[in-house]
């Protein structure tokens, strides 16, 4: 067993103060690394990969060559185009890292115990009273990793912190089990309907996911906690912003979770993490796509009003552009 799979250790690619995007009021939103889906559109490439990751930030490197010297793996070439990482050799160790003078190379993805990551998030706790804001733990999947995330988020709740989970919602149903009951809001992702679509994009259909989605909301209705759901759709051009599918959305949450969902976020396409991708030698499918526009996300906005919700739990979200 690897330390990132017990309860008392995980694997953590970043943890992010003052969001006002991953539920309500100002919080901190620990993501965790590991995913079951391998979405083609990913805002974070960096969290699919269980594993710790070296990314190469170019503005800041300044070709003093110390990284190669200190590879124990050969790992590093740097070429007139920039670093070359062989990815099949690098093993994430961090002496590159560790070695850079000018922090041009990074590991994505360190290990905390319980105890210390509880502590700094609870540096944040003046920002959470005064917000009504608090934690949500995301990802990649946090499911993944559920008996450190079922404990932290324990521990968090003990405390008086009002906690989130942020969940595709592909994975075991004991995972959820060791999580539901000390998350105080579920932000559970509904990116597509259509099965054969899903697998496309996502690398999985959506069989498990529905499933976990009806499980849930069963457990949400004999529980008091969760006290309530988010569905947050990535409106994706090409894949997930269609009428069709945001029409077909809104019909399965109108169907089966009336009464269980309180807000839908259609949460606008972010094409910001482009560089993401270059850092770890990865080509974006989804690279020469621009924002939104307000219209479009307008016109999807009341494709979901009119399928058969409540039009005030619509909620557009996300930076749009200009005509």
């Known amino acids: ?14 943890i992010m103060r003052m969001s006002t995007e991953d539920g309500p009021g100002i919080r901190t939103t620990v993501f965790f690394k590991g ?7 990913c805002h974070n490439p960096e969290s699919i990969s269980p594993n710790p990751q070296l990314q190469w930030v170019g503005n800041r490197c300044i070709g003093c060559r110390t990284c190669l010297s200190v590879c124990r793996e050969n790992a590093l070439a740097l070429t007139e185009s920039g670093m070359e990482i062989d990815r099949t050799r ?12 000018g922090t041009a190379l990074e590991i994505m993805g360190k290990t905390w115990d319980l105890d210390d990551l509880t502590a700094e998030v609870l540096k944040d706790q003046a920002y959470f009273e005064t917000s009504k804001g608090g934690i949500t733990v995301s990802g990649g999947e946090p499911a ?12 968090l709740r003990q405390r008086g912190i009002h906690t989130a989970l942020d969940t595709c919602g592909c994975c075991r149903r004991e995972a959820l089990d060791q999580v539901l009951p000390y998350s105080a809001l ?15 994009f996502t690398g999985h259909d959506n069989r498990r996911i529905l499933e ?13 906690h969760p006290s309530e759901m988010w569905i947050r759709t990535p409106l994706i051009p090409r894949a997930t912003a269609t009428r069709e599918n945001i029409g077909a959305i809104g019909q399965f949450i109108g169907a ?7 807000r839908w976020e259609l949460c606008a396409f972010n094409n910001l993490c482009r560089d993401k991708y270059l850092r770890l030698g990865q080509r974006w499918e989804f690279e020469k796509e621009e924002l939104l526009t307000l219209d479009f996300v307008d016109e999807m906005a009341d ?11 619509v909620v557009p979200t996300g930076s749009t552009r200009l005509e």
């Open 35 to 41: 995913c079951s889906l391998h979405c083609a559109w």
């Open 303 to 313: 494709a979901a009003k009119s399928s058969g919700v409540d039009p005030d739990m």
């Open 144 to 155: 993944l990793q559920s008996e450190f995330a079922g404990q932290f988020l324990k521990a």
């Open 212 to 224: 976990n989605l009806h499980y849930v909301a069963d457990y949400m209705r004999s529980h008091v």
């Open 1 to 14: 067993m690897t330390p990132s799979s017990t309860a008392e250790f995980a694997t953590i690619f970043e």
């Open 256 to 262: 089966h979770l009336r009464n269980v969902v309180s």
């Open 186 to 200: 579920v932000l559970f992702d509904m990116k597509l309907m259509d099965p054969v679509l899903h697998k496309k």
């Open 90 to 101: 690098c093993t994430g160790c961090g002496d590159c890292a560790d070695a850079c003078p």
